[in-house]
């Protein structure tokens, strides 16, 4: 395996890749702040793949215990959703954003953010906000997180991501206290999305779509038709009687569910939109 990729990118930003953990982030303040938490960063990733490997027998198991401190965090974020299934691997693209965004923090920096593939961990110094743009359909293109604001964390999950769903929502896009508790909570609303034994929905083990995946042989969903409008409804109602129970319980600040064009929403994801340096 080929060591981490460093480099900046023409705007400023951060660039670390690193197999398959590709993440853009950048610090702001003076440029001496920023050339130092880049530094941080850059220092801190350069391991992070292989601890992650290190462990990921483990971190493909409901229950394994785990020793390192990103390992920790994926498996601290998936805990509370249990007794249903879910492994640490459903908070890693999260974990990973809040490892390096906590990197990025430091003397002189007003803000942060790590953009780990659509999932984004923010650091916002005292009256500091960041607005996110979001690759979601439905009206809502953008997020702004404010200091004063408990959301440091956003995530999207779905059929249609990089990640593999046993629900069929387009994407489910989660605000919370972090980006691995937002990573967890979209996983689990978006499998919730869903109409059980519908025999137009296509679904494969999730072994026969990925190899090594942490589901096993849970079906996943591959194929989503055309759906009336009571098939969309039911199925977006169903997620968003999760996600309304998640926010109850503290474990989200909000969430949008999407599905071929319709949208459910609640909690406070629609933060209101103020003048920021965008993401």
């Known amino acids: 395996m080929s060591g981490a990729i460093v480099a900046r990118l023409p705007d400023g930003r951060l660039h670390l890749q690193h197999g398959p953990i590709d993440i853009v982030a950048a610090a702001f303040g003076s440029a001496a702040a920023v050339q130092a938490a880049h530094a941080r960063a850059a220092a801190r ?3 992070v793949l292989e ?29 509370p959703f249990r007794p ?17 965004v906590a990197a990025l923090a430091g003397p002189g920096v007003l803000r942060a953010y790590a953009n780990n593939g659509g999932d ?16 979601v359909t439905g009206g809502m293109d953008r997020v702004t997180v404010r200091a004063a604001d408990p959301v440091r964390g956003i995530a999207t999950s779905g059929w249609r991501g990089r990640s593999l769903s046993l629900g069929i929502a387009d994407a489910v896009t989660v605000v919370a206290r972090s980006a691995a508790a937002a990573d967890a909570a979209a996983t689990m609303i978006a499998n919730a999305v869903d109409l059980p034994g ?3 929905i296509g679904r494969r083990p999730a072994c026969r779509v ?9 079906a996943v969903t591959t194929a989503v038709p055309s759906l009336p409008p009571d098939d969309r409804g039911r199925a977006l109602d169903a997620g968003l009687r999760a996600a309304q129970g998640f926010a109850a319980r503290g474990l989200i600040e909000g969430a949008a569910l999407f599905l071929q ?4 929403m609640t909690g406070a994801l629609a933060l209101p939109e103020r003048e920021a340096t965008g993401v």
Request: proline letters at 5%; charged letters at 15%.
């Open 84 to 100: 249903a299934f879910i492994t640490p691997m459903a908070a890693v693209a999260g974990a990973v954003a809040d490892e390096v």
């Open 261 to 264: 064009g319709e949208c459910r």
């Open 45 to 47: 990733f350069a391991t």
């Open 198 to 200: 519908h025999p137009g």
């Open 120 to 135: 984004i961990a923010f650091w916002l110094a005292p009256d500091q906000a960041l607005t996110c743009a979001l690759a």
């Open 51 to 79: 601890e992650l490997v290190s462990e990921l027998a483990a971190l493909r198991s409901p229950e394994a215990a785990v020793s390192g401190r990103i390992a920790r965090c994926m498996a601290a974020a998936v805990a």
């Open 210 to 218: 990925q190899a090594d995946s942490d589901l096993g042989a849970r």
